[in-house]
C-alpha cells in the first residue's frame, strides 16, 4: 500500500465555480477514489483560494469587505461540492489560522536561508482610486501575444508569467485609469539560487512530456527573482521585520496550502502538529496536482523551488495532470458576459452523476475542448442510459422474471462465454493502466467498452430462446452478463459514486461499492444465489426536444440556482 497526496487547484473565493473550475477538482475526486479502491493510503485535499488582488479587486466593486464575500462563497461551495460527490480529506481556505502560521513560518525560514531580499522598485499607482494596481488591480496588451486582457501577473492567453511593467498600454481593473509609476519597497525571492537542482529533478522527474518540456524549456531561459509581497491589504500579513501593510502574494500563499492543508487534516484527525512531515518529507509518498495548462509555471516550477529552497527533505510532484481549457460553446467562460453553465446551474439542470461523467467524457487532454449541449445530449442518452442503463435493466429484469430475482449459477459455460470474460478481464487491466497514467477519459472510454461488450454479449447468446428449453444454459447466460454488469459498477464508482452505490446494491450486495476493494473483489465472478435488489432504471433519457430548449432551459436553471444563493452571489448573470 502506498501513500498518495492528491491534490486539485484551490478554486478563487471570488464567485461559484464554473464547469471549467469544477474540471479540475471531479478529475482528482475521480483519481483519489481510484487509488482508495486500489487499497492505497490517500489524503485529498484543496480548499478555496481566498486572498490576493481578485478577491481584493471584486469586493472593492461591490463595496464590501473581502472576508465578507470569502465566507459567504467558501460555505456555499462547500455544500456544492458535496453535492457534486467530491470526497475530500480537507476542504479548507486560505484564511484559515493553520495555513496562515505555515506560510509565515514558511517564508521567515526562505529567508534565514538568503532567499528573500528587499528592493526598492516603481510600481503602476491609479491616481484616481489612490491605490497600487499590483497583479489583477492592472490588465493591457500581452508583449508576447497581443492578448488585450492580460494581466499584471499572468497572460490567460498564452500563460506566461508577467509583471505590472511588461503590459503594454496598461490601465487600471477598477476605473480604466491610465496608471502613474511610484517608487515602494518590496520583498523579494530569489529562486535563481535552485536553478540548476531545479532543471536537474525537472529532467528525471516522473512528470507528464508536455509538463516536463514545458518547464524545462521555461527553466533554461532562468529564473529571476519575483516580488514576494504585495502593497494590498487583503491576504497574509508580509511576516518580515519593516513589512507592514504588505502582505504575501497570493500564488506563494496558496501554492502552500496544499502543505498546510495535510497538516490541518491530520490534526484534525488527533494525529499531532508533526504527523503532516510522515506524508510529506517521506520519499516514498507520491504528490499528484491536477491543474489548468495555465497553472503549469507555478506547480512545475514555483513550487519545487519554494520546496528546495527550504532546506527541507519535501517530496516533489511526481505527477501534474494539466488540461486545456474547457471552452462553453466555443467561447472562454465568463460571468460578466453570461458565457458558461456554474456549478449550482448544473445541479438544476441533471443529477451530479450525470455531470460528472459527461466532464470526464469531455476532459481536455489534448487540446481545447468545447462544451456543447449537443454532446451532453447524446453521451447521456446513448453511453449513460442505452450503454450502461440499458444493460444493467435488462439483465437484472431477466433475473428478477426469470430465475425468481436470484442470481443463477455458470454451470454451462461455453467457448464464447470463457472469451467474453477473458476480454473483459483484458478491458479491466487496461483501464487500470489508463487510471494509473491519469488518463480519464480513456478509462472512461474502455468502462463503456465492457458496457457495449456485455449488450453484444447478451443479444448474441439470446437466453431469452434457451429459457423454455434449457435453463441452465440460460441460467449460465445471466451469470455472464451479471459479472459484467458487477465490473461495471465497480468500475463506474471513482467516476459515478452515487449511482455505482446504487446499481451495486440492485445487484445484491449489502456493502457499499466503495469498500468493495479491486485487487481482491473485481475480478472475482459474481456469487451465484444471492438475491437481487429492487432494481430500476439507472437514468433518464433526455427528451427528444431537449436541444430545441436549452437557452430557455438553462436561464430557469440559472433563475432556481440563484433564489439559493447567499446575498451576495445573487443576481449575477441571471435576466431581469
Same mark, same amino acid.
Given at each position: ?9 484551490? #478554486? ?13 477538482? *471531479? ?109 489583477? %488591480? ?40 491610465? #496608471? ?74 496558496? @501554492? ?94 441533471? #443529477? ?18 468545447? %462544451? ?54 483484458? /478491458? ?49 447466460? @445471466? ?11 465497480? *468500475?463506474?464508482? !471513482?467516476?459515478? !459514486? ?18 468493495? /476493494? ?19 432504471? *439507472? ?7 431537449? /436541444? ?29
Amino acid at each position: 500500500m502506498s501513500k498518495y497526496i492528491v491534490m486539485s487547484a484551490w #478554486p478563487y473565493s471570488n464567485f461559484i465555480p464554473h464547469l471549467g473550475t469544477v474540471l479540475h477538482l *471531479l478529475s482528482a475526486d475521480v483519481y483519489a477514489r481510484y487509488l482508495r479502491l486500489m487499497g492505497h493510503n490517500v489524503i485529498f485535499v484543496t480548499g478555496s483560494d481566498e486572498h490576493g488582488t481578485p478577491i481584493e479587486l471584486e469586493a472593492r466593486k461591490r463595496g464590501i469587505m473581502p472576508k465578507e464575500l470569502t465566507d459567504q462563497v467558501h460555505s456555499y461551495d462547500v455544500e456544492l461540492f458535496k453535492a457534486f460527490g467530491f470526497a475530500f480529506s480537507l476542504y479548507s481556505r486560505t484564511e484559515s489560522p493553520i495555513h496562515k502560521e505555515f506560510v509565515r513560518s514558511f517564508f521567515l525560514g526562505l529567508q534565514k536561508r538568503g532567499y528573500i531580499f528587499q528592493q526598492e522598485e516603481e510600481m503602476p499607482y491609479c491616481p484616481n482610486d489612490k491605490i497600487f494596481l499590483p497583479d489583477r %488591480f492592472i490588465e493591457g496588451m500581452c508583449p508576447y501575444c497581443g492578448y488585450e486582457h492580460a494581466r499584471g501577473d499572468q497572460c490567460d492567453n498564452c500563460g506566461r508569467l508577467l509583471t505590472p511593467k511588461d503590459l503594454i498600454n496598461p490601465r487600471c481593473a477598477i476605473c480604466g485609469a491610465k #496608471p502613474i509609476w511610484v517608487k515602494t519597497v518590496n520583498f523579494y525571492i530569489d529562486l535563481s539560487k535552485v536553478q540548476g537542482n531545479l532543471l536537474d529533478w525537472l529532467q528525471h522527474s516522473e512528470l507528464q512530456d508536455n509538463v516536463k518540456n514545458y518547464s524545462v524549456e521555461w527553466v533554461k531561459q532562468g529564473l529571476k527573482p519575483r516580488a514576494l509581497t504585495r502593497d494590498i491589504e487583503w491576504g497574509i500579513d508580509a511576516p518580515f521585520e519593516g513589512s507592514a501593510g504588505k502582505t504575501i502574494y497570493v500564488w506563494f500563499d496558496a @501554492l502552500l496550502g496544499y502543505i498546510s492543508a495535510t497538516k490541518e487534516y491530520l490534526v484534525s484527525k488527533g494525529l499531532g502538529e508533526e504527523a503532516w512531515k510522515e506524508w510529506w518529507f517521506d520519499p516514498s509518498t507520491r504528490t499528484v496536482y491536477f491543474i489548468g495548462k495555465d497553472n503549469i509555471p507555478f506547480h512545475a516550477i514555483i513550487l519545487p523551488s519554494l520546496l528546495m529552497a527550504s532546506g527541507e527533505p519535501y517530496v516533489l510532484p511526481w505527477r501534474i495532470s494539466a488540461t486545456d481549457y474547457l471552452l462553453y460553446e466555443g467561447k472562454h467562460f465568463s460571468k460578466s458576459r453570461r458565457v458558461g453553465v456554474w456549478i449550482d446551474e448544473a445541479l438544476e439542470i441533471a #443529477p451530479a452523476d450525470y455531470w460528472r461523467w459527461v466532464l470526464i467524457r469531455m476532459r481536455p487532454e489534448s487540446g481545447d475542448v468545447s %462544451f456543447q449541449w449537443k454532446e451532453f445530449y447524446r453521451i447521456a442518452n446513448s453511453e449513460l442510459n442505452d450503454d450502461i442503463g440499458n444493460l444493467a435493466y435488462r439483465v437484472l429484469s431477466f433475473i428478477r422474471s426469470r430465475f425468481n430475482g436470484v442470481i443463477p449459477g455458470a454451470t454451462k459455460l461455453n467457448d464464447r462465454d470463457e472469451e467474453v470474460l477473458k476480454e473483459v478481464w483484458s /478491458l479491466v487491466d487496461e483501464f487500470n493502466a489508463a487510471m494509473n497514467d491519469i488518463e480519464l477519459k480513456r478509462a472512461s472510454e474502455l468502462l463503456l467498452n465492457i458496457a457495449r461488450l456485455g449488450n453484444r454479449y447478451l443479444n448474441e447468446s439470446a437466453p431469452w430462446d434457451y429459457i423454455k428449453t434449457d435453463k441452465e444454459r440460460a441460467g449460465s447466460i @445471466l451469470n455472464v452478463a451479471a459479472t459484467i454488469v458487477k465490473v461495471v459498477s465497480q *468500475l463506474m464508482a !471513482p467516476f459515478m !459514486p452515487q449511482v455505482a452505490e446504487d446499481l451495486w446494491h440492485q445487484l445484491g450486495y449489502t456493502n457499499s461499492v466503495h469498500e468493495a /476493494l479491486w485487487p481482491e473483489t473485481l475480478k472475482k465472478p459474481i456469487d451465484e444465489g444471492t438475491k437481487i435488489g429492487t432494481i430500476r432504471p *439507472l437514468f433518464r433519457k433526455l427528451p427528444d426536444d431537449f /436541444l430545441s430548449h436549452v437557452d430557455e432551459m438553462v436561464e430557469e436553471a440559472r433563475r432556481k440556482a440563484n433564489s439559493k444563493r447567499p446575498p451576495l452571489l445573487k443576481d449575477y448573470g441571471v435576466s431581469s
